[in-house]
């Protein structure tokens, strides 16, 4: 339990002008205003912020992407290349990324409590360790909800290129309304959009159904509000027949378009995103599989980032192209790392202690790199990952999103209770002060 002197000893962690600015004496937080249709058309800083996270499902290996170490004696590892960035090298897996460095950040010292895939996803993606009495939002989650737009008549939290199962971020307590819509195959189709009757028939059915709707709400009226039911009719209703619905569509788009990201189930889905983007969604996540690399681990690791650069290049340069990169945070990070020594097998193992994450955008400080990691540490593996040597300037996940929802212009120490009245804070973490805009420090 989060206890009221908890709260006021975070508060003391910021400074007078954070206080002034996040208006905590006041108790409130910082809603942008609806994205109207006019507001679409915004650019720059004055279009309200947005949110995509590109989710690494599996572990991504940081010594193969983002804080390689090929000098060092990890084992089979890939190459060094430089970046837009003054002295800063990445991987050679990397080579479009390696051109766009400036316009991000990079933080190479990630800690995470946790090192299994489930409770590693749940922790990475709530902030908050897993807990059987309780069941916690998705940052993601919490920006639909705090920054909802009554103009948008699609879905606010969408997740691209998933499937079911722990990867997709949840609205936990705040309810499953606030669940991540998913969409399989990005681009290709959204299924059940169109009826698949004519529009005199589909009058007829839905005639019926108020009927049935009708009768079961007279009789049992507390089900019937608790289940949202018509709430839920009428929100698919509007949306099946909302202009906005292109937006999942790539039609429109050049080939050429498409084939700068990607023509896979990841780069539709960056595109699609920035497409979401456009029309004000506001948390957007896109996930890449594969990165559990447990047995040759540099071919499955390359395999994923050949994926993956060319649709983070891209969606780094649009957004930028298109005035969009000041008002979106783009996010790229997984549940954990893997270890800075090979398995046996010639795979990595998990590794929640030291793994890189990037990101950049929506007001982000950009050529930000934070933390240093040791190849060394691959002799602590077997100990149990909070007794491991932490990294130079570790940053945990919950600091990382304090940093997030301060960026959005949400208070991260604003308190929510949860149905059974249990406060909880948006984050537990404390804002990376490198990467926050001078007029927020």
């Known amino acids: 339990m989060i206890h009221h002197h908890s709260f006021r000893n975070l508060f003391q962690r910021l400074t007078r002008r954070q206080v ?18 006019q507001a679409t058309q915004k650019r720059g800083q004055e279009r309200p912020k947005s949110l995509i996270v590109l989710w690494m499902a599996g572990g991504p290996s940081q010594v193969d992407s983002w804080d390689p170490h090929p000098a060092s004696a990890v084992g089979e590892t890939v190459g060094k ?33 946790e090192g299994d895939h489930e409770r590693g996803t749940y922790y990475a993606q709530t902030g908050y360790l897993p807990d059987p009495s309780v069941v916690h939002p998705a940052m993601t ?28 971020p949840r609205g936990g307590f705040l309810g499953a309304e606030y669940d991540a819509f998913r969409i399989f195959d990005p681009g290709r189709n959204v299924r059940n959009m169109k009826p698949n009757v004519d529009e005199k028939r589909q009058q007829r059915r839905l005639e019926g159904l108020d009927v049935v709707s009708n009768a079961f709400r007279q009789q049992r009226p507390y089900q019937t509000s608790e289940t949202l039911h018509q709430e839920l009719v009428n929100k698919a209703l509007t949306m099946m027949t909302s202009k906005q619905l292109e937006a999942f569509s790539l039609d429109d788009e050049p080939n050429a ?29 896109v996930v890449l599989q594969g990165f559990d690399t447990h047995i040759n681990n540099l071919k499955g690791q390359t395999k994923q980032f050949q994926i993956l650069d060319p649709a983070f290049a891209a969606l780094i340069s649009d957004l930028k192209d298109r005035d969009l990169l000041d008002s979106t945070i783009v996010l790229c990070m997984g ?107």
């Not at 700068?260 to 983007?277: E, H, I, N, P, Q």
């Open 335 to 441: 549940e954990f790392g893997r270890t800075p020594r090979l398995n046996p097998l010639e795979g990595r193992d998990h590794w929640p202690m030291g793994f890189s994450c990037v990101l950049g955008g929506g007001g982000l400080r950009s050529g930000v790199v934070i933390g240093e990691t040791d190849p060394e540490a691959a002799k602590e593996e077997d100990k149990r990952v909070t007794e491991r040597t932490p990294p130079k300037n570790p940053v945990s996940i919950p600091d990382l999103y304090a940093t997030i929802l301060t960026v959005m212009g949400l208070d991260p120490y604003e308190e929510i209770q949860s149905p059974i009245g249990r406060p909880f804070m948006l984050s537990e973490g404390s804002a990376v002060e490198q990467l926050l805009p001078e007029h927020l420090i």
């Open 257 to 285: 378009t498409i084939q700068k990201y990607g023509d896979s189930r990841f780069g539709r889905g960056c595109l699609v995103a920035r497409r979401l983007v456009e029309q004000g969604v506001r948390a957007t996540q």
């Open 141 to 168: 989650a919490i920006i639909s909800k705090h920054l909802a737009d009554p103009n948008i008549e699609i879905p606010q939290h969408i997740s691209l290129a998933s499937g079911d199962g722990f990867v997709v």
């Open 20 to 37: 002034m600015q996040a208006g905590l004496g006041a108790g409130v937080s910082f809603l942008l205003p609806a994205l109207s249709a």
């Open 81 to 113: 290349i430089k970046t837009k960035l003054p002295g800063l090298e990445i991987s050679e897996l990397l080579p479009m990324m390696a051109e766009k460095m400036q316009n991000v950040s990079l933080i190479r010292s990630m800690v995470s409590k």
